[in-house]
């Protein structure tokens, strides 16, 4: 029986890429040779946010491992070690970051540690760093479970989907372009990813991706990059703070707040937990879908475009 491996923290050695690599993006942006934006107090959140998920990693990371490496004991196959494995693996885990990803933008409960990802209004390098420290609380790491049951080791998963938040560093930036039609029909580039960090009606709730596009193209979440509408970055209600603390922690203390607001009844208080971020018992507040509806309103021509609604669709309640 494997229990453990010992395999390498890709992460972990990428790490002096990453900082050389936010070098050389902030000389080439404050030198006017590319274009992008940085913001000091926002840079220095990114980075103690991405210090503060290290942090959470080494001293929660163990329960979700050890919860995998525990059920590991009723796999049905042993799959073992070959290359093959490792490159399934790779593939299978990165569908699974897309149904993580996309869960995160439509469930409130999941969003609440997601959303500080997208709290910066700038994006650059250092935005790939801002990274949660509450991801254990979320259980999310269960969707990794069919994979072990499946016989992919636990550390054969962790090991490929460093990986795959190697690849997810890089495209956080707005020095790069679009590239290459095939590159950009595959894989997730700087251009996809802009669109999921923007906040433009469109943009929202689309290219989930980790690695490769492909999902989204073939689960109908994908939208293009316009050159016409240039992505705006944050979230919807910007949080006006470089306070780590609160960047870390707002969604989950708003979220709580509704839900055990006065005079709800319990499906009430159930939906400000499991519905999209922005919904309201009262419907005061607005969704994805209201903004993309209100879009449409305001520009009709755009109706039915990649990621907008038919003219006569409502937002769903």
């Known amino acids: ?53 290290v942090v959470a990693g080494l001293l929660l990371g163990v329960v979700s491992y050890w919860a995998l490496l525990w059920l590991w004991q009723f796999r049905v196959f042993n799959l073992g070690l070959s290359v093959w494995v490792f490159l399934a693996a790779f593939l299978l885990d990165d569908l699974r970051y897309y149904v993580y990803h996309r869960i995160a933008h439509r469930v409130r409960w999941v969003w609440a540690e ?38 992919f080791h636990p550390a054969v998963i962790a090991f490929t989907f460093g990986f795959n938040l190697v690849w997810q560093f890089w495209i956080h930036t707005e020095t790069i372009g679009k590239m290459w039609g095939w ?29 490769l596009i492909i999902w989204d193209r073939m689960f109908g979440t994908f939208v293009e990059e316009l050159e016409e509408d240039q992505p705006r970055y944050g979230i919807v209600r910007n949080l006006g703070t470089f306070n780590p603390l609160k960047v870390a922690f707002h969604e989950w203390i708003g979220m709580f707040r509704d839900a055990f607001a006065p ?16 919904w309201s018992h009262d419907g005061s507040r607005e969704t994805s879908e209201s903004l993309k509806a209100a879009y449409v309103r305001r520009n009709p021509g755009e109706a039915g475009k990649p990621g907008l609604p038919t003219a006569n669709v409502e937002p769903a309640e």
Request: aromatic share 12%; hydrophobic share 40%.
């Open 1 to 53: 029986m494997m229990d453990s491996y010992d395999f390498p923290q890709v992460t972990q050695l990428a790490i002096p890429f990453f900082v050389a690599a936010i070098l050389i993006e902030l000389w080439l942006v404050r030198t006017g040779r590319a274009k992008g934006s940085f913001e000091t107090r926002d840079t220095l959140t990114s980075l103690m946010m991405g210090t503060g998920n």
């Open 114 to 151: 997601h959303v500080n990802h997208h709290s910066s209004q700038h994006y650059n390098l250092s935005t790939a760093l801002r990274q949660s420290w509450t991801g254990l609380f979320t259980f999310m790491f269960v969707l990794q479970a069919p994979l072990v049951l499946l016989g």
């Open 183 to 211: 590159f950009e029909f595959v894989f997730n580039t700087p251009s996809h990813h802009r669109v999921h960090h923007a906040t433009n009606p469109r943009y929202l709730d689309a290219n989930y991706a980790g690695t």
């Open 263 to 278: 005079d709800l009844i319990l499906s009430d208080r159930l939906n400000y937990l499991i519905k999209p971020p922005g």
